[in-house]
């Protein structure tokens, strides 16, 4: 359990999970990583932990380096328990050590952990001074929990941001020029989707002081740490958060008799017709989680689905409940589908289109049994018309 030493005094001490699949409803093919940074000055200061399962993981790396009852900090930037699960073990492996949290950090790990620890609260712009290092703590709220803070190191030009520009990959490597940016981009794009879309204007008012801060590494709290795409990464945060989108297509979809999977094949020629570029997801083989970057990354949304039980198919009922949730903003939306006898179902979508606020610029598609010729050319040129649109 060899710790990694990222600058002079400075080093990586997380813990690596290779095992994780699915993280609070979405897939996580690549494992994650539990990012805590131990940094030794005059005082000895630790930021962040790691879930509970991996205490020891954490409590091993960090006395391959010191003595942990050396501490005399522990900064919890965010109570959320894949953070802060090890802060029990940690406080009682120093018992001496100060909690520097932020007021609603400590209302969180008070109700959490029920244990009478010391606090240091700190509010945004507030520093500690350790030594020939300053911290720096800058509180931004709702990236992705209202306790949520960074802290930043201006000696090192080094930002440790807790859950902003992570990513969910467990790797033997650090750094993202050591995995590469295709990769570490994919991922970062997949963990804003599902974790941070949200917060687009949150996100927003921390790229704004981010912006105005030197910076020559980002140490998340999931993934690799950013040294050689950190001016790819912020650009790409700042699309994200202002719901930008490049003038895309994606077409969801599920179906019972391939009549509505014959509607998404339309609507593909036509798009593609006009030169836009398409992605089709059948949900049948898609989960949901991998399906919302693509949301993030299109300008048009197209969802089609038949019609159950007066209603919609329940994969799109559910895809359409994840996405309001996460309200993503700035979208053409289309909903079409096919029916047996009722119709419900398109009609549905297209009202969970429109209650997100999204455009629809054009009436739903809507057709009864197995479409015929006549009636898929249509859908096509319906594709056609939105490809104009976007």
């Given at each position: 359990?060899?710790?990694?030493?990222?600058?002079?005094?400075?080093?990586?001490?997380?813990?690596?999970d290779?095992?994780?699949?699915?993280?609070?409803?979405?897939?996580?093919?690549?494992?994650?990583?539990?990012?805590?940074?131990?940094?030794?000055?005059?005082?000895?200061?630790?930021?962040?932990?790691?879930?509970?399962?991996?205490?020891d993981?954490?409590?091993?790396?960090?006395?391959?380096?010191?003595?942990?009852?050396?501490?005399?900090?522990?900064?919890?930037?965010?109570?959320?328990?894949?953070h802060?699960?090890?802060?029990?073990?940690?406080?009682?492996?120093?018992?001496?050590?100060?909690?520097?949290?932020?007021?609603?950090?400590?209302?969180?790990?008070?109700?959490?952990?029920?244990?009478?620890?010391?606090?240091?609260?700190?509010?945004?712009?507030?520093?500690?001074?350790?030594?020939?290092?300053?911290?720096?703590?800058?509180?931004?709220?709702?990236?992705?929990?209202?306790?949520?803070?960074?802290?930043?190191?201006?000696?090192?030009?080094?930002?440790?941001?807790?859950?902003?520009?992570?990513?969910h990959?467990?790797?033997?490597?650090?750094?993202?020029?050591?995995?590469?940016?295709?990769?570490?981009?994919?991922?970062?794009?997949?963990?804003?989707?599902?974790?941070?879309?949200?917060?687009?204007?949150?996100?927003?008012?921390?790229?704004?002081?981010?912006?105005?801060?030197?910076?020559?590494?980002?140490?998340?709290?999931?993934?690799?740490?950013?040294?050689?795409?950190?001016?790819?990464?912020?650009?790409?945060?700042?699309?994200?958060?202002?719901?930008?989108?490049?003038?895309?297509?994606?077409i969801?979809?599920?179906?019972?008799?391939?009549?509505?999977?014959?509607?998404?094949?339309?609507?593909?020629?036509?798009?593609?017709?006009?030169?836009?570029?398409?992605?089709?997801?059948?949900?049948?083989?898609?989960?949901?989680?991998?399906?919302?970057?693509?949301?993030?990354?299109?300008?048009?949304?197209?969802?089609?689905?038949?019609?159950?039980?007066?209603?919609?198919?329940?994969?799109?009922?559910?895809?359409?409940?994840?996405?309001?949730?996460?309200?993503?903003?700035?979208?053409?939306?289309?909903?079409?589908?096919?029916?047996?006898?009722?119709?419900?179902?398109?009609?549905?979508?297209?009202?969970?289109?429109?209650?997100?606020?999204?455009?629809?610029p054009?009436?739903?598609i809507?057709?009864q049994?197995?479409?015929?010729?006549?009636?898929?050319?249509?859908?096509?040129?319906?594709?056609?018309?939105?490809?104009?649109?976007?």
């Amino acid at each position: 359990m060899k710790p990694e030493e990222l600058k002079k005094g400075i080093y990586w001490v997380g813990g690596i999970d290779w095992d994780l699949r699915y993280f609070h409803g979405y897939l996580t093919p690549r494992g994650s990583t539990y990012n805590a940074y131990l940094i030794v000055d005059e005082k000895v200061i630790l930021i962040d932990t790691v879930k509970q399962s991996m205490a020891d993981e954490l409590l091993g790396r960090l006395k391959e380096v010191i003595d942990p009852a050396r501490l005399d900090y522990l900064v919890v930037n965010h109570v959320e328990p894949d953070h802060s699960g090890s802060v029990p073990r940690v406080m009682e492996a120093a018992p001496g050590a100060k909690i520097v949290t932020s007021p609603r950090g400590q209302k969180g790990l008070e109700r959490y952990y029920k244990k009478d620890w010391d606090y240091i609260l700190v509010n945004s712009g507030d520093e500690l001074k350790i030594g020939a290092r300053t911290m720096k703590f800058v509180h931004m709220p709702m990236v992705h929990w209202p306790d949520s803070m960074a802290t930043y190191i201006p000696e090192e030009k080094l930002l440790l941001p807790n859950d902003a520009f992570g990513q969910h990959i467990a790797s033997v490597e650090r750094f993202d020029d050591e995995l590469g940016w295709n990769i570490v981009r994919e991922e970062a794009g997949i963990y804003y989707a599902n974790i941070v879309y949200p917060y687009g204007d949150q996100v927003n008012k921390v790229l704004d002081v981010v912006s105005q801060l030197p910076v020559d590494m980002i140490a998340p709290s999931h993934g690799v740490i950013w040294r050689s795409h950190i001016s790819e990464i912020i650009p790409a945060y700042r699309q994200w958060a202002n719901n930008e989108a490049p003038p895309k297509a994606l077409i969801i979809y599920d179906t019972m008799w391939g009549s509505t999977r014959k509607m998404a094949l339309a609507l593909q020629e036509g798009l593609e017709d006009a030169g836009i570029p398409v992605k089709v997801r059948f949900l049948q083989n898609s989960h949901i989680s991998h399906i919302v970057p693509d949301v993030l990354n299109s300008r048009a949304v197209l969802i089609g689905t038949p019609t159950l039980n007066n209603g919609m198919l329940p994969s799109v009922g559910a895809l359409l409940t994840y996405l309001k949730g996460l309200r993503p903003k700035k979208k053409l939306g289309f909903a079409f589908g096919s029916y047996g006898w009722g119709g419900q179902g398109a009609k549905l979508a297209s009202a969970a289109l429109q209650e997100m606020g999204w455009e629809l610029p054009l009436e739903m598609i809507n057709i009864q049994y197995n479409p015929d010729q006549d009636e898929l050319d249509k859908v096509r040129e319906a594709g056609r018309k939105l490809a104009l649109l976007i």
